[in-house]
Nanobody, 113 residues
Framework: QVQLVESGGGLVQPGGSLTLSCDGARGIFNVGWHRQAPGNRRELVAAITIGSTKENYADSAKGRFTSSRDHAKNTVYIQMNKLKPEDAAVYYC?????????WGPGTPVTVSS
């Protein structure tokens, strides 16, 4: 059984930065960071492959967000810079390997002055 736990969310001013962590994301999984704002669909913003060989980002995240992983800690990170009010959402990590799929409970990010 895989349990994912996100942390690092909170309140940040526009233009600020946050780094979210996803604990439990072992290196055998591809991991995506998704977000969902009230009234919106959940969207993928970043993904990192097994072995950290490839990263992908939504257009809205390119140049501002960076995903990385620490295999020794079984943790995946997403560093978010130059945050905008439209980045406010609950952020979820999602670990996938074949047909296995696991979600964390999410961590909220608020971007407001």
């Amino acid at each position: 059984q895989v349990q994912l736990v996100e942390s690092g969310g909170g309140l940040v001013q526009p233009g600020g930065s946050l780094t979210l962590s996803c604990d439990g994301a072992r290196g055998i999984f591809n991991v995506g960071w998704h977000r969902q704002a009230p009234g919106n669909r959940r969207e993928l913003v970043a993904a990192i492959t097994i072995g950290s060989t490839k990263e992908n980002y939504a257009d809205s995240a390119k140049g501002r967000f960076t995903s990385s992983r620490d295999h020794a800690k079984n943790t995946v990170y997403i560093q978010m810079n130059k945050l905008k009010p439209e980045d406010a959402a609950v952020y979820y990590c999602h670990a996938v390997r074949g047909t296995a799929s696991y979600w964390g409970p999410g961590t909220p990010v608020t971007v407001s002055s």
